[in-house]
């Protein structure tokens, strides 16, 4: 059913947005939270699984040491305070995906709390609190077969794989984000995937969004202009792409408007996100925290890192993200709008990684904003999992550069790399893309380019040697842009100047 909105427009006349971020971070440890199951993504289903896990009667689980080591670092670097004494929790509720019947999870005492991380939208920088991040294990995964929308109803049965039960979990909570108005789903986006850029950086997940190692849930409500107070949420539940953050916001804002416009009330729910459509729809009727029955885990001991592993953790922290922007500016010699451009399309990494990896700071910067920014819009893919790595992009503008190819080829070879055609190097031999730079073939194409067009030929002869633009570009036509551009040019010079 397609549900009524108002215009983004009307909506900020008639209503203030206030918005929560919850991210979902799987650490990339060996083993789980509570056993020792590897956490390898995509083994076959219910092979990495025991009896703790499993939630079996007799099993014992320990925390993983490495799990909270990460957990730390992610509140160090988002600027928290770290608890000296916390615990775990057991958040109870029904579902098929929790073998135990209740997720171990922390619940008023996190590890980290009471942080922030400073965002830069449109050269204006937002403050986003942080509340706490927590500690907990993630859930299994349901597979509902048959139905048209991979959802429980309308399926014919359904399937769980447990692999994914008891992974490492980090959930980053904001506090109520206010006053973002008509830039509430940019400051979304941008929180994200300064959030992930973080969380790389750290080394504590690869935080692909692509395959649910970092995943958002987004609160949001609205409250009559001025009012300053808060109005009833909806939770959009993981969401996993930058793109889908920004459009489950600006929808939000949108269906919540038309209902509260028309006299209607907002229903506090769980919503999904459908990548395909653009909309979201009811899931279930929201918990609170006491629906969940929260109380403290009899089976595992308190939490109390020292100061001391503290401090030492604060000193592995990577750079700042803020101060390592400008770092990377001045080194590059971008200005205010191009490095602005590169951090709202989430391709700031990408971008280092292939200078990194031998490319120009420009190059890099042409590529990933051009060519592969034009692909992930038009497939409506994250700039990130278009299958294209910094090493491919260096890659094809080392060819560009050693001119085997030129820029228009290249983005053939991008094509071919969409594809998986093989390396930027393969597809060019496969599809025959390098330049001719053999005189006998460009001296027999120069030929026939003169003989075509006489009137360009004489004014090259009388000295208009600017003309020659019209003969390179019939040559190129010919040869399907594979010629040397600079040699053609030569080889025209020489036919029809004379020496001397």
Not at 79 to 92: L, Q, S, V
Not at 344 to 367: C, D, F, M, N, Y
Not at 455 to 465: L, N
């Amino acid at each position: 059913m397609t549900e009524t909105l108002l215009s983004f427009e009307e909506s900020l006349e008639r209503f203030d947005p206030a918005m929560g971020l919850e991210v979902h971070v799987e650490l990339n440890t060996n083993s789980k939270m509570f056993c020792g199951c590897p956490t390898e993504f995509g083994a076959e289903p219910n092979t990495q699984v025991c009896p703790t896990c499993l939630g079996l009667p007799g099993a014992m689980p320990v925390v993983n040491r490495t799990g909270v080591e990460s957990a730390i670092r992610i509140g160090l670097a988002l600027n928290c305070r770290i608890a000296e004494w916390c615990r775990f929790a057991r958040k109870n509720y029904f579902y098929p995906d929790m073998p135990k019947n209740f997720q171990t999870s922390q619940y008023d005492e996190p590890i980290a709390f009471e942080g922030f991380m400073d965002v830069d939208v449109d050269g204006e920088t937002f403050r986003v609190e942080i509340e706490r991040a927590h500690m907990e294990e993630d859930t299994g995964k349901s597979l509902h077969v048959g139905g048209a929308t991979g959802r429980i109803h309308g399926a014919d049965h359904s399937l769980v794989d447990y692999n994914r039960a008891g992974i490492p979990l980090i959930e980053i909570v904001t506090k109520p984000i206010l006053g973002a108005r008509e830039k509430a789903p940019q400051i979304a986006k941008a929180y994200v995937a300064q959030l992930r850029e973080l969380i790389v950086a750290l080394g504590v997940s690869d935080a692909r969004m692509d395959q649910g190692s970092i995943r958002a849930d987004v609160n949001l409500s609205l409250s009559p202009k001025g009012d300053g107070g808060l109005g009833t949420r909806t939770e959009t539940k993981n969401v996993n792409s930058l793109r889908s953050v920004e459009r489950a916001v600006r929808y939000e804002m949108q269906r919540h408007a038309a209902i509260l416009a028309g006299g209607g009330s907002i229903l506090q729910e769980t919503r999904h996100w459908h990548e395909d459509t653009g909309i979201t729809t009811s899931g279930r009727e929201k918990s609170d925290a006491e629906d969940y029955r929260y109380f403290p885990e009899p089976d595992l001991v308190p939490v109390a890192p020292s100061r001391e592993w503290v401090e030492e953790l604060r000193g592995t922290l990577p750079e700042n993200p803020t101060v390592k922007r400008a770092r990377l500016q001045a080194e590059w010699g971008y200005s205010d709008l191009e490095m602005r451009d590169t951090v709202g399309a989430g391709a700031l990494a990408l971008v280092e990684q292939t200078i990194a990896a031998g490319a120009s700071p420009q190059a890099a910067r042409k590529w990933w904003l051009s060519e592969l920014a034009r692909r992930a819009n038009d497939t409506e893919t994250d700039i990130a999992a278009l299958g294209v790595g910094p090493a491919d992009v260096a890659a094809v503008q080392a060819l560009v550069d050693a001119g085997t190819i030129n820029d228009k080829l290249a983005r053939q070879v991008f094509e071919g790399l969409y594809a998986g055609e093989g390396s930027p190097e393969e597809i060019v031999a496969a599809r025959g893309l390098a330049i001719v730079s053999d005189d006998g073939a460009l001296g027999a194409a120069v030929d026939s380019a003169i003989a075509a067009n006489p009137d360009v030929a004489d004014k090259i002869r009388d000295g208009k040697v600017a003309a020659a633009g019209a003969l390179i570009g019939a040559v190129m036509k010919e040869m399907r842009g594979q010629a040397d551009a600079g040699r053609v040019r030569e080889l025209i010079l020489e036919k029809l100047t004379p020496a001397g």
